[in-house]
């Protein structure tokens, strides 16, 4: 199910409110929320989902820790509203180790810092984690999924690979998760471990998979790790897959250039986050960006 308008009010700082396409390209110079807009709409829909439980869970410890330190990510969350079309998700913070979430003013789960003492044979210290609780299912609608730099991390080819194969059983995959000979259980492709294909190849197999199980799929940084002709070949697919929103980010001019000659106006736009604001494009109306765009070199 596509969004058609979003809303965010106080998401780490943000006040944004635009109507979406069904590929929304988010460009915008460094600290001006680009991440955060993601998340947003991510930690949104992930509470109106329809997967599991343990998937929640682990989704949300996957977008947190793509922030480089999971505390830190979390304490920067604070009260805020983000609306989907008709249907509001709310934050509260209800002390510093504690998030309330609300679907219109109902509240569906709490997620909290919980604490312990990480022993090993010869170190030892305090970690911190943070526990979803889901209370209540409201407004299954959504199918998410979140692929940010740190796409090889946490879990999430695993993560991404068995919703894939729970969604759509007919899947045709090289990809197999197998036990290793530490007992964890990791993806392999053709019988070797997924993580030494090299991180492109990685990142486009995990966004093919994704296109195939979500309704949808946010990409933070877009072209990080992929050689310009899997950038165009994601684009391509991205093209092809009708049915899934597709929201990402970049910093390449040349990734704009390459959406243009593969998407139209109809179907996706440019949205330009800035710490004054933001304003939304038609793809067509990349050579008229003006001159705080001229970072990405249009002008």
């Known amino acids: 199910m596509n969004i058609s308008e979003v809303v965010v009010e106080g998401f780490r700082g943000l006040k944004i409110a635009t109507r979406l396409k069904r590929v929304n390209i988010v460009v915008g110079e460094n600290g001006s929320g680009k991440t955060s807009f993601l998340e947003s709409i991510f930690m949104s829909t992930l509470f109106q989902s329809d997967i599991n439980d343990n998937d929640i869970h682990t989704s949300l410890i996957y977008m947190l820790n793509s922030r480089g330190d999971i505390l830190s990510a979390f304490s920067t969350l604070s009260d805020s509203k983000v609306g989907l079309d008709d249907v509001t998700t709310q934050f509260k913070k209800i002390d510093p180790n504690s998030i309330d979430v609300k679907i219109n003013n109902e509240k569906v789960a709490e997620i909290r810092i919980k604490s312990g003492i990480l022993t090993t044979k010869n170190l030892s210290g305090p970690f911190f984690l943070p526990t979803v609780r889901n209370i209540k299912r409201v407004n299954t609608k959504y199918s998410p999924l979140y692929i940010s ?80 002709d899997l950038v165009m070949e994601v684009l391509n697919d991205i093209k092809r897959e009708e049915g899934v929103q597709v929201i990402f980010t970049t910093h390449v001019n040349e990734v704009v250039k390459m959406a243009g000659k593969v998407l139209n106006d109809s179907e996706a736009q440019v949205i330009y ?27």
Do not use: C
């Open 149 to 228: 730099t740190f796409f090889d991390s946490s879990g999430n080819p695993e993560r991404i690979y068995s919703i894939a194969k729970r969604k759509n059983k007919k899947i045709e995959s090289n990809f197999e998760i197998l036990q290793d000979e530490y007992g964890q259980f990791k993806l392999y492709y053709d019988r070797l471990p997924a993580y030494v294909m090299g991180r492109g190849l990685l990142k486009r197999e995990l966004i093919e998979l994704a296109l195939m199980s979500s309704d949808i799929l946010l990409i933070d940084e877009i072209e990080n790790s992929l050689h310009p």
């Open 273 to 299: 986050l800035s710490k004054a604001g933001y304003k939304t494009y038609k793809l067509s109306e990349i050579s008229e960006f003006e001159k705080p765009l001229s970072w990405l070199g249009y002008v």
